[in-house]
Each structure stands twice: as structure tokens, then as C-alpha cells.
Nanobody, 123 residues
Framework: QVQLVESGGGLVQAGGSLRLSCAAS????????MGWFRQAPGQERRFVAA????????NYADSVKGRFTISRDNAKNTVYLQMNRLKPEDTAVYYC????????????????WGQGTQVTVSS
């Protein structure tokens, strides 16, 4: 059974940083796309970033480019999201996701989801 478990969320002041982690079990995703999504209160879930293979192949939402960095450690079957220069509008529940196949440019088709971790950025 595939499980994705996020950690690292919390409360931070605007301008601060957080690092989210997502540990996968039950399947190796080293050749598949893994991504991060977020959902703010009253809004739909939105794509944040995705990665495949290694750090050379990544995709980011325009709203986080230059501030967030996605990376992965295939040996640990873990994906990370380093979030810098956080803004109050980054406040959301952040979800880790994985899909079969390497397409990081399509935000659809993610088969596996974590339970989410809350990130709150105070102004």
C-alpha cells in the first residue's frame, strides 16, 4: 500500500522559511513525478511544484518561482519543498502527491496523495 507522509509545516512570520518533507513508502517513485500542491481556505487545490528523476527536471507555479525549491532524495524515497521569503498568501494546507510516469508539466494525473500539512504565514 502506497503512503505519502508530509511533515515540516507550522507557523512562521512573513519573510521566514520552512522546509516540508514527504516520505513515500510502498512503492519507489524514483522514475515518476512527485509534486506539491496547496489548498487555502475556500479555494481549490492548486499546483505548487513538481520534480522527476533529479533536481534537473522541475516545474513551478509562477507564484512560487524564485522562492520555493523542490528537491528529492531517491535513496530515501523522499521529496522536499524548501520555502523561502514566505508570504501570508502562502498560507494553506500543503499536500504531497505522486503519479505514474515522469510528466511534471501536467498538474493532473496524480494518483497518490498525502494527508497534508498546515503552513501558516503571519504578517
Amino acid at each position: 500500500q502506497v503512503q505519502l507522509v508530509e511533515s515540516g509545516g507550522g507557523l512562521v512570520q512573513a519573510g521566514g522559511s520552512l522546509r516540508l518533507s514527504c516520505a513515500a513508502s510502498g512503492r519507489t517513485f524514483s522514475r515518476d513525478a512527485m509534486g506539491w500542491f496547496r489548498q487555502a481556505p475556500g479555494q481549490e487545490r492548486r499546483f505548487v511544484a513538481a520534480i522527476v528523476w533529479n533536481d534537473a527536471f522541475t516545474n513551478y507555479a509562477d507564484s512560487v518561482k524564485g522562492r520555493f525549491t523542490i528537491s528529492r532524495d531517491n535513496a530515501k524515497n523522499t521529496v522536499y519543498l524548501q520555502m523561502n521569503r514566505l508570504k501570508p498568501e502562502d498560507t494553506a494546507v500543503y499536500y504531497c502527491a505522486a503519479k505514474m510516469g515522469p510528466d511534471i508539466n501536467d498538474p493532473n494525473g496524480y494518483n497518490y496523495w498525502g494527508q497534508g500539512t498546515q503552513v501558516t504565514v503571519s504578517s
